[in-house]
């Protein structure tokens, strides 16, 4: 019978196994997120998100893009305004 090693990492949201990995392997796996999430609240942290799968790691990004108001170009605008460059 054969034995075959294999680690998982668990996504720390929706708690799924994710990024199976064989024990041969996983001497080369690099961690994705280098710091991890943190909703502090004074100097008490509330919540933490260290490892996420790729769909969690998404929602938890655009969350955190609304709560900070920061947003991106929107592509149309750009157009808009090359148009105008040109007809001036």
Do not use: I
């Amino acid at each position: 019978m054969a034995t075959r090693t294999s680690t998982q990492q668990v996504c720390d949201r929706c708690e799924k196994a994710f990024d199976e990995v064989s024990a041969e392997a996983s001497t080369t796996k690099s961690v994705s997120r280098k710091e991890p999430y943190k909703l502090l609240s004074g100097d008490h942290v509330v919540l933490t998100f260290q490892d996420l799968c790729e769909r969690c790691d998404r929602v938890v990004d655009e969350l955190v893009k609304r709560l900070t108001l920061t947003s991106e170009p929107k592509p149309k605008a750009a157009k808009v305004e090359e148009k105008a460059a040109e007809a001036a």
